[in-house]
């Protein structure tokens, strides 16, 4: 089952705050979190477990919420490099597979 | 450098015909998934090789086969090419299957262009 993300898209200016949404149908029990920037491989941000750890990577941390069966992604005085589209993958599958979301593209402008 | 290595980073070639993309994992790795990802599109699962052994198959046509080596170096091998199957292919590696605590690690991607 595809994770669905929200928004699809958003544009920011440098120094202001998103947040990146990824629900689930299915109970959460990990939520990864990647960057993939234009024509290039996606790189893993972070991974949250159940039990509503937050984690950080500099300026951008997330959350999980096992009732709500969602996780939300937070970038907090977005830099250019931020720029890019982010996905979430859940665990799913009898080998236990990441499945990834739709990606939300990310711009940040100066 | 991520660690994960795949060859070759581009590849043209007409329908009909048969190509064999690469991956190296990072090293210790035992994991090896394979990705396909269209022109403005998620990452769609095709493959999972744990060790030498098959582990999971997704949406990956019969057209397209898998296998990895006792070195743990995967081949994709993609045949009878349609134009629709023009993608960035993407391998990733992880040290154990699942929830892996330090997630996937991906190569650079070889993009196919079928003409």
């Known amino acids: 089952q595809q994770p669905v993300q929200s928004p699809q898209a958003v544009i920011l200016r440098e120094g202001e705050d998103a947040v990146i949404n990824c629900s689930s149908s299915k109970a959460l029990y990990s939520v990864h979190w990647y960057r993939q920037k234009h024509g290039e491989a996606p790189v893993f941000l972070m991974i949250l477990l159940k039990g509503g750890e937050q984690k950080g990577h500099e300026k951008i941390s997330a959350s999980f919420n096992e009732k709500k069966q969602q996780s939300s992604l937070y970038l907090t005085a977005s830099q250019l490099s931020y720029s890019g589209t982010y996905f979430c993958a859940l665990i799913s599958g009898s080998a236990r597979q990441l499945t990834f979301g739709s990606g939300t593209q990310l711009t940040v402008l100066p | 450098d991520s660690g994960v290595t795949q060859t070759p980073k581009h590849l043209i070639t007409a329908t009909g015909q048969r190509v064999t993309l690469r991956c190296s994992p990072r090293?210790?790795?035992?994991?090896v998934y394979w990705y396909q990802q269209s022109l403005d599109q998620g990452l769609q699962f095709l493959i999972h090789y744990y060790n030498g052994e098959e582990r999971a198959k997704g949406n990956i046509l019969e057209r397209f086969s898998a296998q990895q080596f006792p070195d743990l170096h995967s081949e994709l091998n993609l045949s009878s090419l349609e134009l629709g199957d023009s993608a960035l292919y993407f391998c990733a590696s992880s040290a154990t299957t699942g929830q892996g605590a330090n997630g996937y690690t991906f190569g650079s991607g070889t993009r196919l262009t079928v003409v």
């Open positions: 090293s210790g790795d035992l994991s």
